[in-house]
């Protein structure tokens, strides 16, 4: 199992960003999906997850600017963000929600006011 996160970048407050996943094979299907990221000397925290009915909850302190989606055909999971601000800046990683799988590299997302 494995996943490569992409789309991370510098960009000022209020501006967007749109996030991709792509796990091996067919690590997605069938099985909720989720959106975690981390500070520096912080945990990772969830800020959204996607059910395999495509449920969707978010953090509180996103909800309304972010959306999860995912595309079954490319097997990539995504988070587009808008109206970013510098609370934002972290770097986000992907995985399934309740599987212990390995991290990723993670995407950094700097967000500049």
């Known amino acids: 199992v494995r996943f490569v996160e992409s789309g991370g970048g510098s960009v000022q407050a209020g501006e967007s960003l749109k996030l991709s996943c792509v796990g091996s094979?067919?690590?997605?299907?069938?099985?909720?999906v989720a959106w975690y990221r981390q500070t520096p000397g912080s945990a990772r925290d969830l800020v959204a997850s996607m059910s395999s009915t495509d449920h969707r909850n978010y953090a509180d302190s996103v909800k309304g600017r972010f959306t999860i989606s995912r595309d079954v055909t490319k097997r990539a999971v995504y988070l587009q963000m808008d109206s970013l601000t510098p609370e934002d800046t972290a770097v986000y990683y992907c995985?399934?929600?309740?599987?212990?799988?390995?991290w990723g590299q993670g995407t950094q997302v700097i967000v500049s006011s």
């Open positions: 094979g067919n690590t997605f299907d069938g099985h909720a």
């Open positions: 995985r399934r929600q309740y599987f212990s799988d390995p």
